[in-house]
């Protein structure tokens, strides 16, 4: 299956600095979505990009799907501690029998906000 | 619009004994979803329903792994005899369509807080 790739690992930044994570895909992929997992809850949807080269704000969440359609960026305005949490890319990919999609995630990107 | 429900949040098991997990969608939404997501690790499909149908189940374990949705709302996980590598977060997941076409608003996936199994 398709794999996608996140960076970077872990990010540990001081509470009002901007923030910047980016997702790469082996293959091209028509939707990106960016998801927020809170400590011991599930992912969150927090934006869905659905055309390349598109830009979509989420109040002060940023997202682009790349032009070539095989990585997308997420960049976060003037963190808050309350954006601690792992954040995931995920992308569309179709069953082995053709008739359906599944998700496939990243890894994450662990963030850290320090009051 | 209350969300995915499941239960129990977390379980201790030793390896060889048998587990099973719950999980209740959003109201009217077709589609299910179970996960597994190892610690580092974003969420991996192991089964996907369409009401009480299997629409993939291809990365699910068969030999010891079960999943059953009867009456196409809510559905059972099940693990018989674990092992340790089941020590995971097993996240449900609901939509309300499936994604024949691509994905889009009306099949955007909404998750549980998830069952953390861990197995001795």
């Known amino acids: 299956g398709q794999q996608l790739n996140q960076s970077p690992q872990s990010m540990f930044i001081q509470e009002g600095e901007d923030v910047s994570m980016n997702c790469t895909s082996s293959?091209?992929?028509?939707?990106w979505l960016w998801y927020k997992q809170d400590p011991g809850e599930g992912p969150v949807l927090l934006i869905a990009?659905?055309?390349?080269?598109e830009l979509t704000s989420n109040g002060r969440l940023t997202a682009q799907f790349g032009i070539t359609r095989k990585d997308s960026f997420l960049n976060i305005s003037a963190s808050i501690p309350s954006d601690v949490g792992i954040y995931f890319c995920?992308?569309?990919?179709?069953?082995?029998?053709?008739?359906?999609?599944?998700?496939?995630f990243g890894k994450g990107t662990l963030l850290t906000v320090n009051p | 619009e209350a969300g995915v429900a499941q239960s129990p949040r977390y379980k201790i098991i030793e390896k060889r004994q048998s587990v099973a997990f719950w999980c209740n969608p959003i109201?009217?939404?077709?589609?299910l979803y179970w996960y597994q997501q190892i610690l580092g690790q974003g969420p991996k499909l192991l089964i996907q329903?369409?009401?009480?149908?299997?629409?993939?189940d291809s990365q699910l374990p068969k030999d010891r792994f079960s999943a059953e949705r009867l009456k196409g709302v809510d559905s059972t996980l099940k693990i018989q005899p674990a092992k340790l590598e089941d020590s995971a977060v097993y996240l449900c997941?609901?939509?309300?369509?499936?994604?024949?076409?691509?994905?889009?608003?009306?099949?955007?996936?909404?998750f549980g807080a998830g069952t953390r199994l861990s197995v001795l």
């Open positions: 997941a609901s939509s309300l369509f499936r994604a024949s076409g691509s994905i889009g608003a009306k099949n955007i996936q909404y």
């Open positions: 293959s091209i992929f028509n939707t």
């Open positions: 990009l659905y055309k390349a080269g």
């Open positions: 995920a992308g569309p990919e179709k069953n082995s029998g053709g008739s359906n999609y599944k998700l496939t």
């Open positions: 109201s009217g939404h077709a589609t």
């Open positions: 329903f369409q009401n009480n149908g299997v629409v993939d």
